[in-house]
């Protein structure tokens, strides 16, 4: 779904606040950051909304569990937003509703056969 409106908004609201903490982490080195540049990208963007707001969650989870950057609060509030937004998808403002966009699948009647008659 891509919802256009207030919801497409909100959406695309919901992504930014997905990704700006991968971005503003600044736990371990370059190699990290980079790590948590790429999602945060995509998410931005809405390339593959579904994986990397996993992808994000994976992040949180690890911040909290391993590294000791996010306190349990912090930590759970990611991963609901994270969460919602594998759920709900990009909305209409996203390179992934350019992508696929809506679609309208048609279904052809049922040819009757001797059984049905």
């Not at 579904?50 to 994000?56: D, E, G, H, R, T």
């Not at 937003?81 to 699948?105: E, K, T, W």
Request: charged share 15%.
């Amino acid at each position: 779904m891509f919802p256009e409106g207030g919801p497409g908004a909100g959406l695309l609201l919901l992504r930014l606040s997905v990704a700006l903490p991968l971005l503003l982490q600044p736990s371990g080195g370059p190699l990290m950051h980079a790590m948590r540049a790429l999602p945060a990208i995509g998410l931005c963007l809405g390339v593959l909304t579904p994986l990397l707001a996993i992808v994000s969650c994976l992040f949180s989870f690890y911040d909290f569990m391993v590294m000791g950057g996010a306190t349990l609060p912090e930590a759970g509030i990611k991963l609901l937003a994270a969460g919602a937004l594998a759920l709900l998808g990009p909305g209409a403002h996203s390179l992934d509703a350019r992508l696929f966009g809506r679609r309208v699948v048609t279904v052809p009647p049922r040819k009757k056969t001797r059984v049905d008659e």
